[in-house]
T-cell receptor, first 115, second 116 residues
């Protein structure tokens, strides 16, 4: 049981390049999330997927796209990377149910630098 | 809009000192509350959580937190810190509702440095 896995762990891009961050979970969770972590700002939600086949914007979606490929996988794509997207990206998953207790499990993160 | 505020951005303590990190949130409804810890170079780990019941919750490694509904607060405490507690601590809130998607709103984080 690996929990939440992310690839790659590190990535350096040049401005304008594109890339996809991969995330997978083996806990059969319905909901998955992408956050970015920046110093002094905590974690901010980029996009989330409440269930397979649905995606919604979070606090900071500009410059990103997501795909919920299946129940296990949720990818984050940067179409044209910018230096402002230099950050650490975390994927998370949870078994979210209406009005019930939920908790999120986090992946190890991807450290992305855009030059 | 919901928000979470952590009062202390950077805390420096000596070993054996007591710790209290403040967390306040803005949301009028029922909430799930969390404290996560991130050790240097590692990913977030759940320290403790509050869903319902006893407002004083105990977590791992001797940490505890108290939910005070009237103050919209969920402060983290530890009676005696150790050097190994050096980490960044995040408070997070999930608004419970009929359409709960499990989204978390995080505070800005508090960096704790414990001196040996």
């Amino acid at each position: 049981n690996a929990g939440v896995t992310q690839t790659p762990k590190f990535q350096v891009l040049k401005t304008g390049q594109s890339m996809t961050l991969q995330c997978a979970q083996d806990m059969n969770h319905n909901s998955m999330y992408w956050y970015r972590q920046d110093p002094g700002m905590g974690l901010r939600l980029i996009y989330y997927s409440a269930s397979e086949g649905t995606t919604d914007k979070g606090e900071v979606p500009n410059g990103y796209n997501v795909s919920r490929l299946n129940k296990r996988e949720f990818s984050l794509r940067l179409e044209s990377a910018a230096p402002s997207q230099t950050s650490v990206y975390f994927c998370a998953s949870s078994e979210a149910r209406a009005s019930r207790e939920v908790r999120q499990f986090f992946g190890p993160g991807t450290r992305l630098t855009v030059l | 809009a919901q928000s979470v505020s952590q009062h202390n951005h950077h805390v420096i303590l000596s070993e054996a000192a007591s710790l209290e990190l403040g967390c306040n949130y803005s949301y009028g409804g029922t909430v799930n509350l969390f404290w996560y810890v991130q050790y240097p170079g590692q990913h977030l780990q759940l320290l403790l959580k509050y869903f319902s019941g006893d407002p004083l919750v105990k977590g791992i490694k001797g940490f505890e937190a108290e939910f005070i509904k009237s103050k919209f607060s969920f402060n983290l405490r530890k009676p005696s810190v150790q050097w190994s507690d050096t980490a960044e601590y995040f408070c997070a809130v999930n608004a419970r509702s009929a359409s709960n998607t499990g989204k978390l709103i995080f505070g800005q984080g508090t960096t704790l440095q414990v001196k040996p």
